[in-house]
């Protein structure tokens, strides 16, 4: 078992309908996410060093804020359990849904911007050989970065399991085209 990661439209319900899962297993090819890159997202809650993301950032000078942005929307599930078992009184729900609403509104309309700094990642990565050699080496390899960020112009794994980091980002980007295409304006990561 392990935790996932899925991107999570304004609109997902009809993006991701009846005929999306009709053709699941190309679709998960083309769009699915790994267990590697929900790890990688998720390292600066983990790790000492600097985490992957940042350092990438820093060799290739991108602003990645957007994507780090994708992990703060309050999805349905998470405000039903605050409001279920922390909010005990009527002040704590305001104030939380407050505080909903401003979280939300933060990643209104964030596709174009998810997108271009995708893209830009994509193509300023193309270009730059042996990524897996620049990172930090750390004890604490749960990504297996030797094999994670190596060979990045190559798609390996098959949409899930055992993805490259260059994979996951041209899916990422082929989900983000697909999304924009149906009218998404607003995108987010969901875990679980």
């Known amino acids: 078992m392990?935790?996932?990661?899925?991107?999570?439209?304004?609109?997902h319900e009809e993006?991701?309908?009846?005929?999306?899962l009709a053709n699941y297993a190309v679709n998960r090819s083309q769009h699915g996410l790994?267990?590697?890159?929900?790890?990688?997202?998720?390292?600066?809650?983990?790790?000492?060093?600097?985490?992957?993301?940042d350092q990438i950032?820093?060799?290739?000078?991108?602003?990645i804020s957007s994507i780090y942005e994708m992990e703060t929307y309050?999805?349905?599930?998470?405000?039903?359990?605050?409001?279920e078992y922390d909010a005990d009184t009527e002040e704590k729900k305001r104030a939380f849904l407050i505080k909903v609403e401003r979280d939300r509104s933060k990643l209104d309309g964030n596709i174009d911007r998810v997108f271009d700094t995708v893209n830009t990642l994509i193509d300023k990565l193309s270009v730059l050989d042996e990524l897996n050699k620049k990172l930090i080496q750390t004890d604490f390899d749960t990504l297996n970065c030797a094999y994670y960020f190596a060979d990045f112009?190559?798609?390996?794994?098959?949409?899930y399991?055992?993805?490259?980091?260059?994979?996951?980002?041209?899916?990422?980007k082929r989900?983000?085209?697909?999304a924009k295409e149906r009218g998404t304006k607003t995108v987010w990561f969901q875990f679980g």
């Open 34 to 53: 790994s267990r590697a890159f929900c790890n990688f997202i998720c390292r600066r809650n983990v790790v000492e060093h600097e985490a992957e993301l």
């Open 15 to 20: 993006l991701c309908g009846a005929e999306y």
């Open 57 to 63: 950032a820093c060799i290739t000078g991108i602003d």
């Open 74 to 83: 309050p999805d349905e599930e998470m405000i039903r359990s605050y409001l």
């Open 161 to 172: 399991s055992r993805n490259n980091f260059g994979k996951d980002l041209r899916n990422f």
């Open 153 to 159: 112009k190559t798609d390996k794994g098959d949409g």
């Open 2 to 11: 392990g935790l996932d990661i899925q991107v999570i439209t304004d609109n």
């Open 175 to 178: 989900f983000l085209v697909f």
